[in-house]
């Protein structure tokens, strides 16, 4: 079986009721980050990763996504009569050549090992990556460039991990490791949001998985786990136990929660600093917050 990764699956199914009364007419992934819905940060670190097969796992209400991955004549013809080639090039990027995409509807909201596994015929026999695109990560070279570089190496799964406080633990997948080997940290098991006490580790999984076709023959029979919903950390879990071959990757590159009304806002900050047509007059802006609260303390 090949090591290349040419298959995402993107879990976009939610309904997103963190960010009402937004999500009542557009789906979370279509909110933006400055200018970009946050869908489109994922297809990008997607493509630079050298995938060529998106797979939406959507639901109903979603079809804005649908329509966003689609080209859009009159706009495009609009900006070619203004000459506004600029913007003419930041629309072609969204454009998806036709057979990239597709698009395979959840009918229930049964979690995301269960969404993952909507996927399993158009994935087949091959390795695939999933892709949270609420968890936005900023860096030098993606993180899911820098997870199929290191899967090339490995073979075994691997799933995006960085620490998390044990406050915070609780929310996430938690990896037990073996030993931690720099960025590979081999996996001896992992749980779906443990309490604080039970955590085996402060390494959370993050929304970036490269897995292998076996976890689809787990999820074939998965049973609902923890929230009454199917896992995908209990089909992870699964393959440690059976074939001893799961890795959490440490990433480098930050990464923004933007499930989270915090994450979100912490996102914008970052995204609207990194860029050049905006740092100046956005940065002063905040070193004027900055100032103006220190002189009222
Ligand atoms: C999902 C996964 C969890 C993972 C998290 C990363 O949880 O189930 O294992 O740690 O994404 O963001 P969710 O945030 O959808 O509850």
């Given at each position: 079986?090949?090591?290349?990764?040419?298959?995402?699956?993107?879990?976009?199914?939610?309904?997103?009721?963190?960010?009402?009364p937004a999500?009542?007419?557009?789906?979370?992934?279509i909110?933006?980050?400055?200018?970009?819905?946050?869908?489109?940060y994922?297809?990008?670190?997607?493509?630079?990763?050298?995938?060529?097969?998106?797979?939406?796992?959507?639901?109903?209400?979603?079809?804005?996504?649908?329509?966003?991955?689609?080209r859009?004549?009159?706009?495009?013809?609009?900006?070619?009569?203004?000459?506004?080639q600029?913007?003419?090039d930041?629309?072609?990027?969204?454009?998806m050549?036709?057979?990239?995409?597709?698009?395979?509807?959840?009918?229930?909201?049964?979690?995301?090992?269960?969404?993952?596994?909507?996927?399993?015929?158009?994935?087949g026999?091959e390795?695939?990556?999933?892709?949270?695109p609420?968890?936005?990560?900023?860096?030098?070279?993606?993180?899911?460039?820098?997870?199929?570089?290191?899967?090339?190496?490995?073979?075994?799964?691997?799933?995006a991990?960085?620490?998390?406080?044990?406050?915070?633990?609780?929310?996430?997948?938690v990896?037990?490791?073996?030993?931690?080997?720099?960025?590979?940290?081999?996996?001896?098991?992992?749980?779906?949001?443990?309490?604080?006490?039970?955590?085996?580790?402060?390494f959370?999984?993050?929304?970036?998985?490269i897995?292998?076709?076996?976890?689809?023959?787990?999820?074939?029979?998965?049973?609902a786990?923890?929230?009454g919903?199917?896992?995908?950390?209990?089909?992870?879990a699964?393959?440690?136990?059976?074939?001893?071959n799961v890795?959490g990757?440490?990433?480098?590159?930050?990464?923004?929660?933007?499930?989270?009304?915090a994450?979100?806002?912490?996102?914008?900050?970052a995204?609207?600093?990194?860029?050049?047509?905006?740092?100046d007059?956005?940065?002063?802006y905040?070193?004027?917050?900055?100032?103006?609260?220190?002189?009222?303390?």
């Amino acid at each position: 079986m090949t090591n290349k990764v040419t298959k995402a699956i993107f879990p976009v199914a939610g309904l997103g009721t963190r960010f009402l009364p937004a999500t009542k007419s557009i789906p979370k992934e279509i909110m933006t980050l400055v200018d970009r819905p946050l869908i489109q940060y994922a297809i990008d670190e997607a493509r630079e990763a050298g995938i060529t097969e998106f797979i939406f796992v959507t639901a109903r209400g979603k079809s804005a996504l649908e329509d966003y991955f689609d080209r859009a004549p009159e706009l495009e013809a609009a900006l070619r009569l203004a000459k506004k080639q600029a913007q003419l090039d930041e629309l072609r990027r969204t454009d998806m050549d036709s057979g990239a995409i597709a698009y395979i509807r959840q009918r229930d909201p049964k979690g995301l090992g269960h969404a993952v596994w909507c996927a399993r015929r158009l994935v087949g026999d091959e390795p695939f990556a999933v892709i949270l695109p609420d968890d936005v990560i900023a860096g030098q070279t993606g993180c899911l460039r820098q997870m199929v570089d290191a899967y090339a190496e490995t073979g075994g799964n691997m799933v995006a991990a960085m620490k998390v406080p044990p406050a915070q633990i609780s929310s996430y997948g938690v990896l037990a490791v073996k030993s931690d080997m720099g960025a590979l940290l081999p996996a001896s098991g992992m749980v779906e949001k443990p309490r604080a006490e039970d955590a085996p580790s402060d390494f959370a999984a993050i929304g970036r998985y490269i897995l292998r076709p076996e976890v689809m023959r787990t999820l074939d029979t998965a049973q609902a786990g923890s929230g009454g919903e199917i896992q995908l950390t209990d089909a992870i879990a699964a393959q440690i136990r059976d074939h001893d071959n799961v890795f959490g990757y440490r990433f480098k590159g930050q990464r923004f929660d933007c499930g989270s009304k915090a994450g979100f806002l912490q996102a914008t900050v970052a995204f609207g600093l990194a860029r050049e047509d905006l740092r100046d007059e956005f940065g002063a802006y905040l070193s004027s917050l900055n100032a103006a609260s220190h002189a009222a303390e």
